[in-house]
């Protein structure tokens, strides 16, 4: 494998409900300044630059947000954003990157990114994923990060640490979603379990091979798809295609039933940003708990998050709390309920509020 062997590919194609009020249709999660002063797409992007040039990175994202994520990304090719007609979970869209990858260079080693995670330590962060490429090329596997767990969190993934076949390398020995908090307790227990990171390093034609025995019938519209490439009709068969495509995740559908699937577990300071309750762990705290953007008067008020930067808020003899405010929309929630927002967006949509999604 050379260095330039190597290409990035963020999936930026995420709704971000749980950060509603803020993430909306129209600006998602990975287009907001959560944390840091630049969209978060901005900064994986710019992360990832020591080690892959603009030149070989590639976005997939929803085509309703293909001129914000050019807007944020300017140094990207043009060619480089693809656009999906419809979202489709990540294993189509990893598919599609897959094939613009092997059409720039048949051995290309492809590096899958989330567009909206938090990495502390990026130099720890490329130092893995470059020993991730060497393993997915050695071996011709499908690598995926581990993260070693630090606490027993329920709102993650989890993957079981099989027999390790090289230093700091292991066989995936089984996937499982997101656990009770008494099982992540056994999990963090035992030791032999990570975080499902979802950040991924494989060949593009290892990946393309694994989705053809797995996902037969997304294997060939993803063909179909290629067939077109660079002709008058692509864009026509991507729209037509695409949107028939079955929506499953690359975990799912390929991941948890390949056999030749590894794990690095690390430590990079990671945080999927999962939910406003993501931000205590991440944001400074003053003395009393509270963290607070904008301007806040607490009164014998504790461990509560404020998120309002245009109207002053005032708490009194609250506790654990989430308070957020935009101009149309003001969010109070339990921090034990923050996985929960997700649920006010879908009755938003069942009751066709669809001004406030």
């Given at each position: 494998?050379?260095?330039?062997?190597?290409?990035?590919?963020?999936?930026?194609?995420?709704?971000?409900?749980?950060?509603?009020?803020?993430?909306?249709?129209?600006?998602?999660?990975?287009?907001?300044?959560?944390?840091?002063?630049?969209?978060?797409?901005?900064?994986?992007?710019?992360?990832?630059?020591?080690?892959?040039?603009?030149?070989?990175?590639?976005v997939i994202t929803h085509a309703l947000h293909t001129e914000k994520v050019r807007a944020c990304l300017r140094d990207l090719p043009p060619g480089h954003i693809l656009a999906e007609p419809a979202g489709r979970n990540t294993a189509p869209a990893v598919g599609l990157a897959a094939l613009h990858v092997r059409r720039c260079d048949p051995d290309g080693v492809m590096v899958v990114l989330p567009s909206d995670h938090l990495v502390q330590r990026p130099?720890?962060?490329?130092?893995?994923?470059?020993?991730?490429?060497?393993?997915a090329v050695r071996h011709g596997s499908l690598v995926t990060l581990g993260i070693h767990?630090?606490?027993?969190?329920?709102?993650?993934?989890?993957?079981?640490?099989g027999e390790e076949i090289g230093k700091g390398l292991f066989r995936a020995a089984a996937f499982v979603e997101k656990p009770s908090r008494p099982r992540a307790v056994r999990f963090l227990r035992s030791g032999r379990y990570v975080w499902n990171s979802g950040i991924f390093v494989w060949k593009a034609d290892a990946i393309l091979s694994a989705i053809a025995r797995y996902l037969p019938t997304i294997s060939k519209d993803l063909a179909r798809i290629d067939h077109a490439a660079g002709s008058a009709r692509e864009a026509k068969v991507l729209h037509a295609v695409y949107r028939r495509l079955d929506s499953i995740s690359i975990d799912h559908g390929v991941l948890e039933r390949a056999e030749n699937v590894h794990v690095i577990p690390a430590d990079f300071g990671w945080n999927d940003v999962g939910s406003w309750?993501?931000?205590?762990?991440?944001?400074?705290?003053?003395?009393?708990?509270?963290?607070?953007?904008?301007?806040?008067?607490?009164?014998?008020?504790?461990?509560?998050?404020?998120?309002?930067?245009?109207?002053?808020?005032?708490?009194?003899?609250?506790?654990?709390?989430?308070?957020?405010?935009?101009?149309?929309?003001?969010?109070?929630?339990?921090?034990?309920?923050?996985?929960?927002?997700?649920?006010?967006?879908?009755?938003?949509?069942?009751?066709?509020?669809?001004?406030?999604?």
């Open positions: 494998m050379t260095p330039d062997s190597l290409y990035a590919v963020i999936l930026a194609g995420g709704s971000g409900t749980r950060f509603w009020p803020r993430s909306r249709h129209e600006q998602p999660k990975q287009l907001l300044d959560i944390v840091g002063s630049e969209p978060m797409i901005c900064q994986t992007a710019r992360r990832i630059i020591p080690l892959i040039p603009p030149e070989r990175t590639f130099r720890e962060f490329l130092q893995t994923l470059q020993r991730a490429a060497r393993a767990p630090l606490s027993p969190e329920s709102g993650y993934g989890y993957i079981r640490l309750g993501a931000l205590d762990q991440i944001l400074r705290k003053r003395r009393d708990g509270n963290v607070s953007q904008g301007l806040h008067i607490a009164i014998d008020t504790t461990d509560t998050l404020i998120y309002s930067p245009r109207k002053l808020i005032a708490t009194v003899g609250v506790s654990g709390l989430i308070i957020v405010e935009t101009e149309d929309a003001l969010l109070v929630c339990r921090k034990d309920r923050a996985q929960d927002v997700r649920q006010v967006v879908e009755r938003l949509k069942q009751e066709g509020l669809k001004e406030y999604l």
